[in-house]
């Protein structure tokens, strides 16, 4: 059975268990346990987590990263991640992913919006700040031939009911969302 490879921030992490009951039937669903975080962090760990699977196996990697690198932690005044460095880091990944899992088709998410209700927090980044780093993604991924899966267009006009907080959401979302990545799955 073909195997999926899913990695992500918590945002993957609250459609992942939805994606892998829609797939059951079509292939293994495999991902990290936990946050995945950053383009730095996924730069760090993709060959750990590439032991959860088997690396000739591996017919689709869908990933993302965006919500941590355009974050402002402790309310800095610059993002943990500049554009350009992200620009960097996600043509980084592509490269490891390609070689790491050399039968792959590569799938990247763009990142969702923030909640357009909820007040900025200690680590603030707003759906503008999302929109840039999603445009730097686009650029890399359609320069390495990637396919996009563009999760903040299908939830760009969710309203706060969609959330839990600043940029989480609700477990109904969280449904929605992981149907649309099985299905973009299932399309390609």
Not at 4 to 22: A, N
Not at 92 to 104: D, L, T
Not at 106 to 130: C, G, K, S, W
């Amino acid at each position: 059975m073909k195997q999926i490879l899913l990695i992500g921030d918590s945002i993957r992490m609250g459609y992942c268990e939805y994606v892998k009951d829609l797939l059951k039937d079509r292939a293994e669903v495999i991902y990290p346990s936990e946050n995945c975080r950053s383009s730095q962090n996924i730069i760090i760990n993709l060959l750990n987590w590439s032991h959860l699977c088997d690396k000739e196996k591996v017919g689709i990697i869908h990933f993302n990263c965006g919500q941590w690198d355009a974050a402002h932690f402790n309310c800095d005044l610059t993002p943990l991640t500049s554009l350009s460095e992200y620009r960097k880091n996600l043509c980084a990944i592509v490269q490891q992913m390609k070689r790491i899992f050399p039968n792959a088709k590569l799938v990247f998410a763009t990142t969702t919006p923030m909640n357009p209700a909820y007040p900025q927090t200690i680590n603030p980044r707003t759906t503008e700040d999302i929109i840039a780093y999603n445009d730097v993604a686009k650029q890399v991924m359609e320069e390495h031939g990637i396919a996009i899966n563009d999760l903040f267009l299908f939830a760009e006009n969710w309203g706060p009911e969609h959330y839990i907080d600043y940029c989480h959401m609700t477990e109904i979302s969280y449904k929605y969302l992981g149907k649309q990545v099985s299905d973009f799955i299932k399309s390609l």
